[in-house]
């Protein structure tokens, strides 16, 4: 049975262009060709990754995080609570007011004293900011070596110059050893962001990342199964021109070197626009829609390319509107906002609360417990009251 669907699936008017075969891509005459069980080796390959990533986090992210000043904002431990602690886990991390009213007559705690625990309790939850830096990293250095090697591997191809050279003579192209070595490194790389998804940080655009992972993985095995390794390689390329850079902002952004950032962010913005919004469609879209099959007639392989190339420009979508807000926050306050990035993460702080428990007055004096005006005589008189002094008579 496995063997009459593996060669169903396989058949050849699905993944070749009319009047082509298998028999054209087997290794002959001291040429090499793609096979798709070369990619099984992307396996082994990509837990190698999360091993180097590991490593990679513990002994040179995390000290440089130290040494750049990184620092992990104190949380207040919440106090243990069975029932607001079920509630958390079963039901949600953010009750309804009803719900929350509910709780708080249930534990004998006021509303306030409950709101403070579900939002403290939230806090404890995330993740400290020195991970989001070795996280960040960690892709950065990833990023800026696949960019790197990529530029070495494609400067001297034509069809890096002149994408419409990816369809000469295809599919007999024979496969360079440089190339394969880093479509096999991009496809473990990936495969190993799938493998670490439920430890790293969670974002707000988690299932569109979740859902560009994917894709990608299918485009590159599928690319290479099929020998389109010319056009895939164009894929890459373009993201990973801007992935290190939106990488390095947020390595600045951790450490609030704030211009650096904002300069940064203007870099990669203009980049990915280009790059993503330009390039992609007019280039790589265009070349595999129409000059892909000049030669030759449409087939299942053809369409499904196609999709999937269309899923990522959606996705390139997204995340440009996504860099448009941050550009009106930009543009609006003068400097980056802490949420406004394409990974758009929960901040740590606990603002709403304090601003809650301590109300401003009209002076915009914060109202707290034992607090004074902080100008005039009776300021300074309550200051030393409340330092167990008696003002002189």
Known sequence: MWSSLNEWLWQ?????PPNNSWAVLEDRDGLVYAHPQDMLMALPLALALVAVRFTFERFIGLPLSRWLGVRNQTR?????????????????QRPTEPQMSLLATQCGLTLRQTQHWFRRRRNQDRPCLTKKFCEASWRFAFYLCSFIGGISVLYH???????????????QQPLKPALYHWYLLELSF??????????????????????????????????????????GSLVLLLHDSSDYL????????????????????????????????????????????????????????????????????LLHVFWSCLILRMIYSFIK?????????SDVEESDSSDGEAAQKYPQLKNRAAHRPGAAPTEGPRSRAARRMANGHTPAT
């Open 157 to 171: 191809e034509s069809w890096l110059w002149t994408p419409v050279m990816c369809w000469d003579s295809y599919p």
């Open 76 to 92: 207040r431990p919440v106090k243990p609570n069975a029932t607001l602690e079920k509630h958390f886990l079963m039901e949600g």
């Open 333 to 341: 306050k003068g400097q980056m906002e802490k949420d406004v990035r």
């Open 246 to 313: 939106l990488e390095a902002c947020k390595l600045f952004n951790y450490t609030h070197w704030r211009r650096v950032c904002d300069a940064l962010f203007i870099i990669f913005s203009l980049v990915f626009f280009y790059t993503r919004l330009v390039l992609f469609p007019t280039q790589i879209l265009y070349t595999t829609y129409y000059e892909s099959i000049a030669n030759s007639g449409p087939f299942f392989g053809y369409y499904f390319f196609n999709v999937l190339l269309m899923t990522l420009q």
């Open 12 to 16: 050849e008017r699905f993944w070749l």
């Open 190 to 231: 990936y495969i190993s962001l799938l493998i670490t998804l439920p430890f790293d940080t969670k974002r707000k655009d988690f299932k569109e990342q979740v859902a560009h992972h994917f894709v990608t993985i299918t485009l590159i095995v599928f690319s290479y199964s099929t020998n389109l390794l010319r056009i």
